[in-house]
């Protein structure tokens, strides 16, 4: 079980904070980077190609868990808070304000971001916007779906400690999903694993909107019981319709 990672598309749930520690400088500066206020003097340091295509996977975890294939041909950056995933940028995410602006053409943020507390969603939202290029840089979300856990429970009868399917980590249940996964919490003795909040779709559009994403959309899911969607700061464009088939017509989130 590796911290970073969620349950829904990865099966595991990981962890997305701890104290914070010093970052690890990644390279040397990097070449036209942004014009915005300098990054503090002991921030990690980047060299990315500009000939090349740019992700900040935030919460890797670890590097056999894969991105979607639609990256194949980028260039992966891990971020990750736990030395022991050996990230290309060890460092709390909630302290993206660290890094240098506008350097990376996307983040995918993979059941990382239910990690927070609530009134750290909004920090870690902005620092997406902060490392993202403007105006066609791009965040991949995907969370567990809360309301889809509520129908089950709700509408079907289902038990919070039912289990919901099998996953390569193990049965997981509802509760699983909803708080963070229990075996994980318990073997590791911490709570990087516990769920500090959660998310339907309006509340997580909301929160998008609220942080510079003014436009968002509903992609298909990829695992189960899991909302994924992709927030932007202006209109759709070629990339987003190569990528996700996502153009201005699409369904909001």
Same mark, same amino acid.
Request: proline share 8%.
């Given at each position: 079980?590796?911290?970073?990672?969620?349950?829904?598309?990865?099966?595991?749930?990981?962890?997305?904070?701890?104290?914070?520690?010093?970052?690890?400088?990644?390279?040397?500066?990097?070449?036209?980077?942004?014009?915005?206020?300098?990054?503090?003097?002991?921030?990690?340091?980047?060299?990315?190609?500009?000939?090349?295509?740019?992700?900040?996977?935030?919460?890797?975890?670890?590097?056999?868990?894969?991105?979607?294939?639609?990256?194949?041909?980028?260039?992966?950056?891990?971020?990750?808070?736990?030395?022991?995933?050996?990230?290309?940028?060890?460092?709390?995410?909630?302290?993206?304000?660290?890094?240098?602006?506008?350097?990376?053409?996307?983040?995918?943020?993979?059941h990382n971001l239910e990690h927070y507390h609530e009134h750290e969603v909004a920090r870690v939202l902005a620092g997406f916007a902060h490392v993202?290029? %403007? /105006?066609? =840089?791009?965040? *991949? &979300? @995907?969370?567990?779906?809360?309301? #889809?856990?509520?129908? +089950?429970?709700?509408?079907?009868?289902?038990?919070?400690?039912?289990?919901?399917?099998?996953?390569?980590?193990?049965?997981?249940?509802?509760?699983?999903?909803?708080?963070?996964?229990?075996?994980?919490?318990?073997?590791?003795?911490?709570?990087?694993?516990?769920?500090?909040?959660?998310?339907?779709?309006?509340?997580?559009?909301?929160?998008?909107?609220?942080?510079?994403?003014?436009?968002?959309?509903?992609? %298909? /899911?990829? =695992?189960?019981? *899991? &909302? @994924?969607?992709?927030?932007?700061? #202006?209109?759709?464009? +070629?990339?987003?319709?190569?990528?996700?088939?996502?153009?201005?017509?699409?369904?909001?989130?």
């Open positions: 079980m590796r911290p970073g990672r969620g349950l829904v598309g990865r099966a595991i749930i990981g962890h997305a904070q701890q104290e914070e520690t010093c970052p690890r400088p990644f390279s040397s500066p990097a070449r036209g980077a942004a014009s915005a206020a300098a990054p503090p003097a002991d921030a990690p340091r980047l060299v990315l190609d500009p000939a090349r295509q740019h992700v900040l996977d935030v919460g890797g975890g670890h590097r056999d868990n894969a991105l979607p294939p639609h990256y194949a041909a980028w260039r992966r950056l891990m971020l990750d808070i736990d030395p022991k995933a050996a990230p290309d940028i060890l460092l709390d995410a909630r302290q993206l304000q660290r890094l240098p602006a506008g350097q990376f053409d996307a983040v995918y943020c993979s993202l290029k %403007a /105006p066609q =840089g791009f965040v *991949e &979300i @995907r969370v567990p779906d809360v309301h #889809a856990i509520a129908v +089950e429970i709700a509408t079907r009868g289902r038990e919070l400690d039912e289990v919901l399917y099998t996953s390569p980590a193990g049965p997981i249940r509802l509760v699983d999903v909803l708080y963070g996964y229990g075996r994980a919490i318990e073997q590791s003795g911490v709570d990087f694993y516990a769920h500090k909040t959660g998310f339907t779709r309006a509340t997580l559009r909301r929160a998008l909107e609220a942080t510079g994403f003014t436009r968002a959309y509903r992609l %298909a /899911p990829i =695992g189960v019981y *899991e &909302i @994924r969607a992709l927030a932007l700061r #202006a209109a759709p464009g +070629e990339v987003h319709r190569q990528l996700f088939a996502v153009d201005a017509s699409s369904e909001a989130l």
